[in-house]
């Protein structure tokens, strides 16, 4: 991790090996920039009006996915 002269986080460092993996894993993954089309962009939007307005239906990862297990 690295932090500014106030600890505050500003970015990590990764090996280039790791860079290495992550690239072959995700060939796309220098193209993250791109933005997103208008309806794409409307659809996290909201996504994320509908998660504040109900925050009480979220549910922790963990519990989500032992609960689906349990279903199986």
Request: without cysteine; negative net charge; proline residues 3%.
């Given at each position: 991790?690295?932090?500014?002269?106030?600890?505050?986080?500003?970015g990590?460092?990764?090996?280039?090996?790791?860079?290495a993996?992550?690239?072959?894993?995700?060939?796309?993954?220098?193209?993250?920039?791109?933005?997103?089309?208008?309806?794409e962009?409307?659809?996290?939007?909201n996504?994320l009006?509908?998660?504040?307005?109900?925050?009480?239906?979220?549910?922790?990862?963990?519990?989500l996915?032992?609960?689906?297990?349990r279903?199986?």
């Open positions: 991790m690295i932090e500014d002269i106030k600890g505050d986080k500003e990590v460092f990764i090996p280039i090996e790791d860079w993996r992550i690239k072959a894993n995700y060939p796309d993954i220098e193209n993250l920039d791109i933005e997103l089309s208008k309806w962009q409307e659809l996290i939007d996504r009006k509908a998660i504040d307005e109900n925050s009480e239906r979220l549910m922790d990862g963990k519990v996915f032992e609960e689906l297990k279903k199986i």
